[in-house]
């Protein structure tokens, strides 16, 4: 079992940075590919990025990739997405999950709201 704990979202101005973080429990994290994922208002949820075990393999969504970077630190049981250049679409929920795979996360948390302003 995993549970997950986001933290560090707020309100940022367009082209602002912030960094969320993710703490774990549980013994296996270390195992687990751990992925961001967000849902915007009226939207549905959607794959933010992932990055594989060990950290050495990261994949991102085409509408993040160079303005966002995901990493993990296994000492500490973190995840962690630094968030730069934020547009107003950036907005949202983000959720942490866990799980074998991108396409199979079993555990997730309870999100942390992201809101940008113009």
């Known amino acids: ?16 940075s912030l960094r969320l973080s993710c703490a774990a429990s549980g013994r296996t994290f270390s195992s687990y590919a ?3 994922f967000r849902q915007a208002p009226g939207k549905e949820r959607e794959f933010v990025a992932v990055i594989n ?6 994949n991102y969504a ?3 990739k ?12 973190t995840v962690y997405l630094q968030m730069n250049s934020l547009k107003p ?15 199979n996360m079993a555990y997730w948390g309870k999100g942390t709201l992201v809101t940008v302003s113009s």
Do not use: H
């Not at 549970?3 to 707020?10: H, K």
């Not at 075990?53 to 990261?58: I, L, P």
């Not at 303005?67 to 000492?75: K, P, V």
């Open 62 to 64: 085409d509408s993040v």
């Open 89 to 103: 679409e950036d907005t949202a929920v983000y959720y942490c999950a866990a799980g074998p795979s991108r396409l």
């Open 1 to 16: 079992q995993v549970q997950l704990v986001e933290s560090g979202g707020g309100l940022v101005q367009a082209g602002g």
């Open 66 to 77: 160079g303005r966002f970077t995901i990493s993990r630190d296994n000492a500490k049981n």
């Open 34 to 36: 751990m992925g961001w």
């Open 53 to 58: 075990w060990s950290g050495g393999v990261t």
